[in-house]
């Protein structure tokens, strides 16, 4: 699954189960977390749409709780980052050294934040009124 969260929370206020993700055609997925108020353009052109919730510092929480020990996706293949940064180290050799695709290659998410008009042009659909 695929959950939004927050740093001081303990719930997901917001979660899309595997059985319930839409699927492009190449078999990829597109979830796009973003106000409520993109919801209905966002599943209209058959994106998967999560909100933020009102939480503290959000974070992007991807679980896989039953992947297959030889799968190459695995999450559990990607080594944990058991504390924070340390302040020399958080720079771009830091996270390039520890991006997940260098782990899980092309099962790694992607991910691009965009402003609202950015991702209308992107979505290709007019801003509602």
Known sequence: SFCTGGL???GTPDCICDD?????PDGTATIIIAPLSLKESIERKGFN????GLVYKPVLVHRQMLAA??????????PFIDRPPA??????????????PNFIGEYA???????I????????T???N
């Not at 749409?49 to 933020?52: G, I, V």
């Not at 020990?69 to 990607?78: A, M, S, W, Y």
């Not at 998410?109 to 402003?115: N, Q, V």
């Not at 008009?117 to 290709?124: D, Q, R």
């Open 117 to 124: 008009l950015e991702f209308y042009t992107w979505l290709k």
């Open 69 to 78: 020990t030889g799968f190459d996706g695995r999450i559990g293949n990607v």
């Open 109 to 115: 998410p992607t991910g691009k934040i965009y402003s």
């Open 87 to 100: 302040p020399e180290d958080r720079n771009q050799a830091f996270f390039d050294e520890n991006a997940a």
């Open 126 to 128: 007019p801003p509602c």
């Open 49 to 52: 749409f999560m909100r933020w």
């Open 20 to 24: 319930e993700v839409r699927k492009n």
């Open 8 to 10: 001081g929370e303990t």
